[in-house]
């Protein structure tokens, strides 16, 4: 193990940005008047692996009382929601609505070639309402919707390469799916990578089937760690549903102290 480990511990914090814009954009005014939610994204991905036939399913919902003389959906892409950019996919009649957009409707109305998307790039969907006096309007409730492979369970596991450079370590793991859930798995060998033994654990870890987000529940991996007591893991991360790559960060402690926050990738062999 490393000195400045165990005598330079490190504390990182991550902070959620979030932005509003209520300035006069090409097609209408944000914040102002009605405000719908966009949310229950399921699938929210279009899947890379079969673009003809993939499509995103949510929900839209107003404010009680909110009466729109017309909605409509607009979806963008790569970030340029709220300009001219952003184009018209179809109208919402009534609300809640149950919203269904196949891949092919997204480029055919953005006037892009559905041969052209790549993975990680994101289209964006938003409803821009008439009132009954004629102001158009948009709210800040946006759906992101990435351009990604859908999940195959046979990418989660198996033999992986753990690398931390923060943490400096470099070497291999062993995943190992659950029996009866393919989104939960067991990582194997953390510990050792710092060649200490492994007799607690394994790591166990859930990929959200939604977000593919990840996260690891607080594990003692191996009880005696450079004479600390229950060297334990707890993080989260992203399942990268392509390669199978894991992005994650973890807090690495011990009985007596925590040595902080690490990024970890798991990388299949």
Sequence with gaps: MKKTIFFGLALFSACLI????????????????????????????????????????????LSEGDKPEKAELYVSYNGAAGSVKS????????????????????????GIALEDLENDDVFTFEVVFTSHGGKVTRSNSLLNVPVACAFDPAQAFGSYRGVSDGWEVDGPLTITQDEDDPYTVY?????????????????????????FAVKAEKTA??????????????????????????????????????????????TRN
């Design 18 to 61: 979030g932005s509003c814009d209520e300035s006069e954009d090409p097609v209408g005014l944000r914040d102002v008047g009605i405000v719908p939610s966009l949310y229950d994204a399921n699938p929210a991905v279009f899947d890379s692996k079969d673009l003809e036939n993939t499509f995103v399913k949510f929900k839209v919902a």
């Design 87 to 110: 184009k018209k996919v179809s109208d919402i009649a009534n609300f809640p609505a149950d919203v269904t957009v196949y891949a092919t409707d997204a480029v055919q109305a953005l």
């Design 187 to 211: 990582v194997a060998g953390l510990v050792e990578l710092d060649g200490e033994v492994e007799d607690l654990g394994p790591l166990k870890m859930t990929i959200d089937p939604i977000t």
């Design 221 to 266: 991996l191996g009880s005696d760690f450079f004479g600390y007591h229950n060297v334990s893991y707890q993080g989260t991360g992203i399942f990268g549903t392509c390669d199978g790559k894991y992005t994650m960060s973890f807090t690495i402690t011990v009985d007596e102290v925590s040595f902080g926050l690490y990024s970890f990738t798991f």
